[in-house]
């Protein structure tokens, strides 16, 4: 079983920045897929930005440019560093964690981009 923990949201005017981060638990982090979706109300879940064992990533369209992944596998933590928000950013962001045993969710952290 892997624990996976968000956090770092939270509320935020138009143009700002905020660093979310996914904690996952174990011994096999550095083999880990780690993905961050969101899902505002109303909306279907969405792939916002992945990162595989070997820093390949991949982005959005939506957030190309503005958001960028990366992962600490000495601290078992993804990050997710998001700038020049906007409104439509506004969603609970979750991180899965997919290795070869599993696939493990997060609770999420809620992001709100609002004046």
């Known amino acids: 079983q892997v624990e996976v923990v968000e956090s770092g949201g939270g509320l935020v005017q138009p143009g700002g920045s905020l660093r979310l981060s996914c904690t996952a638990s174990g011994s096999l982090f550095n083999t880990y897929y780690m993905t961050w979706y969101r899902q505002a109300p109303g909306k279907r879940r969405e792939l916002v930005a992945s990162i595989t064992h070997s820093n390949g990533t991949n982005y959005a369209d939506s957030v190309k440019g503005r958001f960028t992944i990366m992962r600490d596998n000495t601290k078992n933590t993804v990050f997710l560093q998001m700038t020049s928000l906007r409104p439509e950013d506004t969603a609970t962001y979750y991180c899965?964690?997919?290795?070869?045993?599993?696939?493990?969710w997060g609770h999420g952290t809620q992001v709100t981009v609002s004046s």
């Open positions: 899965l964690a997919e290795y070869r045993l599993g696939n493990y």
